[in-house]
């Protein structure tokens, strides 16, 4: 199985300030000849589903604020929020769809200071 | 609009079965697989289970491998999942959610409100 590994565990960041969450796998989620890099970012509000924020790697979802960004191929990737706002507080999963079984992160939760 | 509605969930002693349905709209259902993910109370989320569009495939945790089984009714645009011999770590909000479109793997663009399934005796 591809084990995902997030850091941190729980982020405090000011609003209007940059946060960065990490997100590692065990194996390269980069399938070369689609040339796609199989890792999703998604959004958990308490008390509601996840919401899909971006896909392969850097392609934000449609209707999502583009403060949000995707980076990273084969094993290190990266969610960015450019200027944190009160709405963006919530936990932030990675997840590899390259093969089954299909993996989370183990979930990175965001504060403001 | 895409919706998906869970349902079935509830109280079940441990060793129990239940059978959880999600019923889908806004989208030609037989086109897409899905899947079920749960998340344990204040846990994170936890792929079970995924069906491809025609039902041919299914795919499953090693943690639910053996108990549940997943299984659809593109008719009914319908999505189950069957959870037999039920242990307390099976408690969890299940969640379906829409992703492949036909042999591709795509990530869960649309989710269920989820249904809670409490084991306890």
Redesign the interface.
């Known amino acids: ?1 591809i084990v995902m590994t997030q850091s941190p565990d729980s982020l405090a960041v000011s609003l209007g300030e940059r946060a960065t969450i990490n997100c590692k796998s065990s194996q390269s989620v980069f399938y070369s000849s689609r040339s796609k890099n ?1 890792l ?1 970012w ?1 959004q ?1 509000k308490p008390g509601q ?4 924020l971006i ?1 392969w790697a850097s392609t934000r ?1 449609s209707g999502v604020p583009d403060r949000f960004s995707g980076s990273g191929s084969g094993t290190d990737f990266t969610l960015t929020i450019s200027s944190l706002q009160a709405e963006d507080v919530a ?1 932030y ?1 990675c ?1 590899q ?11 990175t939760k965001l504060e403001i200071k | 609009e895409v919706q998906l509605l869970e349902s079935g969930g509830g109280l079940i002693q441990p060793g129990g079965s239940l059978r959880l349905s999600c019923v889908a709209s806004g989208f030609t259902f037989s086109n897409y697989a899905l899947s079920w993910v749960r998340q344990a109370p204040g846990k994170g989320l936890e792929w079970v289970s995924d069906i491809t569009g025609s039902g041919g495939s299914a795919y499953y945790a090693n943690s639910v491998k053996g108990r549940f089984t997943v299984s659809r009714d593109n008719s009914k645009n319908t999505l189950y999942l069957q959870l037999n011999s039920l242990r307390d770590e099976d408690t969890a909000i299940y969640y379906c959610a829409r992703d492949g479109y036909g042999s591709e793997s795509y990530p869960f663009d649309h989710w269920g409100q989820g249904t809670l399934v409490t084991v306890s005796s």
């Open positions: 199985d199989y999703a998604y958990q589903p996840p919401k899909l896909y979802e936990v999963y997840q769809y390259y093969t089954t079984p299909y993996t989370f992160g183990q979930g």
